[in-house]
């Protein structure tokens, strides 16, 4: 089982959130587009949608800053952690969807970053 097993479950959300949470100075991003994150997001979450990743990466000035991202299900996230780490991120980490997600939701009726 081990790697394999590990590899099939994929990343728990709600545990990653609790590393985010203790870890200092850490950004959680949501990649979704700004509609999908104003029906709900992650408390704390910024809205950086992929289609922009890279050109809003610059505005993380510490490319050794820890970042979480999460999308829906974990596919845009971990194409958006295949960017950061292209443009010399070095603690950048795909915590899954927002799907899997149990806590409460925060909603938005203002402009998403």
């Not at 949470?21 to 949501?30: E, F, H, R, V, Y």
């Amino acid at each position: 089982m081990g790697i394999f097993s590990t590899f099939m479950k994929g990343t728990d959300i709600n545990e990653s959130l609790k590393v985010f949470n203790s870890t200092k100075g850490a950004m959680l991003i949501d990649v979704r587009d700004p509609k999908e994150y104003g029906l709900g997001h992650i408390p704390g979450a910024v809205n950086m949608p992929l289609g922009v990743i890279e050109a809003r990466s610059a505005e993380i000035k510490d490319k050794s800053t820890p970042i979480f991202l999460y999308c829906v299900s974990g596919g845009r996230a971990g194409q958006a952690a295949s960017i950061l780490k292209s443009k010399g991120f070095t603690n950048v980490t795909n915590i899954g969807g927002i799907n899997s997600y149990k806590g409460q939701k925060e909603k938005s009726t203002g402009r998403a970053f």
